[in-house]
């Protein structure tokens, strides 16, 4: 049976739709074009509610040697046309992005299967609210407050501060309390006190980089990638294949991942990624965590998506086993 399924995808994404394999949505969708499910895509801004409905000005995608194109013609559909919707914009999570998960309040969840539902990806913040799991994080502080910044550093020595809406790194600070900038640091990043940001404890380890864990439902890869700090810089920053290497896995990990894979896919979090430094969790990924697919068939030499995709299967299967009946069966 042929499925209909619609990826909200980035602006940056959609550009740049074709021969993109460093993005986890171009083999997601490849491998549903191969399995002859029907594959759309719309960016956020072309979501909106149309007497009480929700609708998607989408396109339809395509496959062709191998490799996954646009129809250029724009087609208004109801979004519980689809069997699976897998929401991925980027952040970051602003007003627009809000305002794009807010359209999916009035689309039926029954008929729909949503992956990562938006509701709970706007109610969970990637950094804010790794403090769900307190036993697996480091010390930190979520904060505006200049004074209560400030004196963390001097407590700690060192620190890393992060923005609470962006993503790959973007706007990342390391914090020195010997630096004679940390003020200024601190002041910018906060508009002089008004904007909350997260204060990490320092990990020594992040020198060697951080272990991206992956996780569908409740299912953890044993596969995993370490990100490697980038030229003259303390963090990941660069997507080129020297910035890679496989990692394993510690017991401890496996098992901190599966805790908290299994706790977030009852919110409907069902693609998870975190980013992980000597067993401690820096951040959980839901918004669109990016599976590193092209680089660990290099560097495992698998066929990663060949896992990704039978894990999704049990989800979609599981979902319409419960006597519902697909949106595209008319």
Not at 195 to 222: C, H, W
Not at 253 to 274: D, T, V
Request: proline fraction near 4%; aromatic fraction near 12%; glycine fraction near 4%.
């Amino acid at each position: 049976m042929n499925r209909n399924i619609l990826f909200v995808i980035d602006d940056l994404e959609f550009k740049y739709f074709e021969f993109n394999d460093l993005i986890t949505d171009f083999w997601l969708i490849r491998e549903f074009l191969k399995r002859k499910d029907n594959v759309s895509v719309v960016i956020k801004r072309n979501l909106y509610v149309e007497n009480s409905k929700g609708i998607a000005i989408i396109q339809n995608s395509y496959l062709k040697d191998d490799n996954i194109f646009l129809e250029k013609e724009q087609i208004k559909r109801y979004i519980n046309d689809y069997d699976v919707v897998f929401f991925r914009p980027d952040p970051p999570v602003d007003i627009n992005y809000i305002d794009a998960c807010y359209v999916f309040d009035f689309v039926d969840r029954e008929k729909t299967l949503l992956i990562n539902d938006p509701e709970e990806v706007k109610n969970f913040n990637e950094k804010f609210h790794i403090n769900h799991f307190p036993q697996y994080v480091p010390e930190n502080i979520v904060t505006a407050s200049v004074d209560l910044i400030i004196n963390f550093v001097n407590e700690k020595k060192e620190a890393i501060l992060k923005p609470l809406n962006r993503c790959f790194g973007s706007g990342v600070y390391y914090l020195n309390r010997e630096d004679n900038n940390l003020l200024t640091i601190v002041n910018n990043m906060t508009e002089e006190g008004k904007t909350p940001v997260m204060i990490q404890k320092y990990l020594p380890e992040a020198k060697m980089g951080d272990k991206r864990v992956l996780s569908i439902g409740e299912i953890v890869f044993d596969e995993c990638i370490q990100k490697l700090p980038g030229d003259h810089n303390f963090k990941f920053s660069t997507h080129e294949d020297k910035f890679f290497r496989p990692a394993k896995l510690s017991d401890n990990e496996k098992l901190m991942a599966q805790n908290i894979a299994s706790e977030l896919s009852k919110r409907g979090l069902f693609l998870i990624g975190l980013d992980v430094i000597n067993e401690k969790v820096i951040e959980i990924n839901v918004t669109s965590p990016c599976y590193f697919i092209r680089e660990i068939n290099n560097n495992y030499n698998i066929h990663f998506e060949d896992k990704i995709m039978d894990c999704l299967e049990n989800i979609i299967n599981k979902h319409f086993s419960k006597g519902r009946m697909y949106a595209s069966v008319k």
